[in-house]
């Protein structure tokens, strides 16, 4: 199924949407509420021109199961936790993903076992909460980097055969990092709060 770009607004209440398979999104799909959850389920989806999530009060899920992103892919709360989950992601050209919460914590798993076909880069932060990354591939062609940062809090990296931890403990990479084709780069900041992330990179 081939759509034009979508927005779903809401000022009470909860947004769902889920698209199951070989759908196309010409344009950028939006989802914005003031107060209300957004879930987004999406599997083989097109999202040529990228996809965009903010909400000021409530909490906010975004899952992907063998998608292709066009264009940036930004998730926003005001007050409220973010949980973001990635299954063989294919990028088109080079996009930021950013994940922010102001008040609530971050909740990260990316899985990356086909070559993503791009670069991606961005902040996951929050003011008042914890970034928690999960980050699993096994492809010689991909690197992945985390930088954190804490006000109040620990940074915790789980050491892993694949990772290397270096400056003085807040950056998590895979080892050789720069020698893959493509990247994943993420910075962690939080204020109060800590960072824990878990990654296996081959």
């Not at 975004?62 to 007050?79: A, E, K, Q, R, W």
């Not at 080079?94 to 961005?122: R, W």
């Not at 992945?144 to 694949?162: D, Q």
């Amino acid at each position: 199924v081939i759509l034009n770009g979508t927005s779903f607004t809401s000022s009470t209440g909860s947004i769902k949407l889920d698209t199951l398979g070989n759908n196309e999104f010409l344009g950028k799909v939006k989802l914005e509420s003031s107060t209300g959850s957004q879930e987004s389920y999406a599997v083989k989806t097109n999202f040529t021109r990228g996809f965009q999530a903010l909400a000021s009060t409530g909490s906010l899920t975004l899952n992907y199961t063998n998608c292709l992103m066009g264009d940036n892919l930004i998730g926003t709360v005001s007050t409220g936790s973010v949980t973001f989950k990635s299954f063989n992601m294919v990028y088109t050209k080079d996009i930021n993903l950013n994940l922010e919460a102001s008040t609530g914590s971050i909740y990260a798993e990316l899985y990356q076992y086909i070559t993503m076909g791009a670069n991606v880069t961005g902040t996951w932060e929050t003011s008042t909460g914890s970034v928690n990354v999960v980050y699993i591939d096994n492809l010689v062609n991909t690197n992945v980097r985390f930088i954190g940062s804490t006000s109040t809090g620990l940074i915790n990296y789980t050491p892993h055969a694949t990772m290397e931890i270096t400056s003085l403990g807040s950056i998590y990479s895979t080892l050789n990092y720069g020698d893959g084709a493509y990247i994943y780069l993420f910075s962690l900041d939080t204020s109060t709060g800590s960072i824990n992330a878990n990654a296996q990179s081959s």
